[in-house]
């Protein structure tokens, strides 16, 4: 039903969890998206047991274990990219990151983009809020990480609702990336209709210009009436903006489309003499 759906809406990539894989076929999966023209990202957090950032040897490598799972799902279900937070646990921690959890998560994922890469599937690191993980809040911060892992099959995941959270300005922060950037998630301050906020999505689609941005940008939002129970509550989602997602899928097609035809007229008048 999402997969048509989706296709219905005009969208060409849908987005999944990795939740409850087992529950998939994922061979009819595959199948369905390349007969609508959909192409298939897959997002995921590591829970606490498979903390690639822990200073626990045996947790590390049950993350890494986990990692290489995820991507062999991509791979088998036709999808093109792993993201999310793939380098610590997904949650609210209750420490600072330790200098050995850091070089054991880059030495983690240096490990697993090797395989992505073999795979055919792109490797994209979220950087999310600090309620959602300690290690990569910033741009700068998953800028350095990726260095650190010395491939360049690594980049990463930017999403507006935790820049607007952690970036003093989102709009640097995306020209700062440049093409480092393999994924981008527009997801609005409350997690509901776009424009509904208080996010300067004209600042954002300019600089997506001005790095001649041309992957994916896919809308996130979240409503307990629709997404998973257990995502909604580690994403703390306590009120619903929203309960049908038809009109919301719609409303953010226009709205996506709308500025980025907006930012490049603002483009074209600027660049007359």
Same mark, same amino acid.
């Given at each position: ?7 219905? %809406? ?34 995921? !957090? ?17 993350? &890494? ?26 949650? &609210? ?6 200098? &050995? ?31 959602? =993980? ?27 609702? %935790? ?21 981008? %998630? ?5 997690? !509901? ?20 941005? &041309? ?7 979240? =409503? ?7 995502? =909604? ?41």
């Amino acid at each position: 039903m999402a997969l048509r759906k989706t296709a219905e %809406h005009g969208y060409r990539t849908i987005e999944f969890a990795y939740l409850r894989p087992e529950k998939f076929d994922l061979d009819r999966l595959a199948k369905l998206a390349q007969s609508l023209d959909v192409e298939i990202g897959v997002t995921m !957090g590591l829970p606490l047991d498979r903390d690639i950032s822990s200073d626990d040897s045996a947790t590390v490598a049950a993350g &890494k274990a986990m990692l290489a799972d995820a991507l062999r799902a991509v791979r088998d279900i036709g999808g093109n990219k792993l993201g999310g937070i793939l380098y610590s646990a997904h949650t &609210k921690y209750n420490r600072v990151p330790t200098k &050995k959890g850091w070089d054991n998560s880059v030495k983690a994922i240096a490990e697993t983009a090797a395989l992505a890469e073999s795979f055919g599937v792109d490797l994209v690191l979220e950087l999310v809020n600090r309620f959602e =993980s300690n290690l990569l809040n910033t741009t700068a911060q998953g800028l350095k990480f990726i260095e650190e892992t010395g491939s360049d099959h690594v980049l990463l995941h930017l999403d507006t609702f %935790h820049m607007n959270i952690e970036e003093a300005n989102p709009a640097a922060a995306i020209r700062m990336a440049g093409d480092k950037i393999g994924y981008f %998630h527009i997801g609005e301050s409350n997690r !509901g209709y776009l424009g509904d906020g208080v996010i300067n999505f004209d600042l954002i689609f300019d600089a997506l210009l001005d790095i001649d941005y &041309k992957r994916d940008i896919v809308f996130e939002s979240f =409503s307990t009436a629709v997404v998973d129970e257990g995502l =909604s509550l580690v994403c703390a989602i306590w009120r619903d903006t929203w309960t049908d997602n038809d009109p919301l899928a719609a409303h953010a097609k226009r709205f996506i489309e709308t500025k980025m035809i907006e930012a490049e007229r603002r483009r074209a008048t600027n660049a007359r003499p």
